[in-house]
């Protein structure tokens, strides 16, 4: 069974950085994922980082922000948030074990089996 564990959520200012970091996926697969969800809004893709060629695929509201990462010290997956808007208040969730669908399908062409339990960020104006 894999346990992720989130954290790094808080609050901050329109403008401001955070960096959220997904612990206890080592031993879940090739991909490691954050999505995030807003109260009313249905679960977006944010970020995911494919362990084996160590290589990066973004959403939309991710390009030119954040920056996903993988911490080989630590054994985290890091999302780096910066220049941060009230649009991107929402739980963040990291996610892993993921099954190719296909393009177009899921989130870069993957769905993802385990979940951590999310951290809220809060970005005020």
């Known amino acids: 069974q894999v346990h992720l564990v989130e954290s790094g959520g808080g609050s901050v200012q329109a403008g401001g950085s955070l960096r959220l970091s997904c612990g206890g996926w080592?031993?879940?697969?090739?991909?490691v994922a954050w999505f995030r969800q807003a109260p009313g809004k249905e679960r977006e893709g944010v970020a995911a980082f494919y362990t084996g060629a160590d290589s990066t695929y973004y959403g939309d509201s991710a390009k030119g922000r954040f920056s996903i990462s993988r911490d080989n010290v630590k054994n985290t997956v890091n999302l780096q948030m910066n220049n941060l808007k009230p649009e991107d208040t929402a739980t963040y969730y990291c996610a892993a074990d993921c099954t190719w669908l296909g393009w177009g399908r899921g989130f870069g062409g993957y769905e993802y089996k385990y979940w951590g339990q999310g951290t809220q960020v809060t970005v005020s104006s």
């Open positions: 080592m031993h879940s697969g090739a991909c």
